[in-house]
Nanobody
Framework: QVQLVESGGGLVQPGGSLRLSCAASENVFSINAGEWYRQAPGQQREFVAAIVSGGATNYADSVKGRFAISRDTAKNTVYLQMNSLKPEDTSVYFC???????????????WGQGTQVTVSS
């Protein structure tokens, strides 16, 4: 089975930066669309950023200009670069990738396990 492994979370001061990674645990044919979400305690899961198969990106208004989503297809990895972090960015961040396991197969979505990001002085 395909598993997504998230890393890069941690504790950072306001104004600092972190880079989250989301990597498929095995060889797959291709990584297509990728997305990042976040969920704080007592809150609904919130869309953060997306990159489609063609490379276009989209961001929530709350992170525009501060966060950037990217991918390295050869490494089966999607990244979220987070700059100018604010306390309100504190949350558990989840990745979701649309993956083709083999050529010609249908795309299947997989979720990462989540990684904690805490922004505090």
């Amino acid at each position: 089975q395909v598993q997504l492994v998230e890393s890069g979370g941690g504790l950072v001061q306001p104004g600092g930066s972190l880079r989250l990674s989301c990597a498929a645990s095995e060889n797959v044919f291709s990584i297509n669309a990728g997305e990042w979400y976040r969920q704080a305690p007592g809150q609904q899961r919130e869309f953060v950023a997306a990159i489609v198969s063609g490379g276009a990106t989209n961001y929530a208004d709350s992170v525009k200009g501060r966060f950037a989503i990217s991918r390295d297809t050869a490494k089966n990895t999607v990244y979220l670069q987070m700059n100018s972090l604010k306390p309100e960015d504190t949350s558990v961040y989840f990745c979701k990738l649309d993956i083709r396991k083999t050529a010609g197969s249908r795309k299947v979505s997989y979720w990462g396990q989540g990684t904690q990001v805490t922004v505090s002085s």
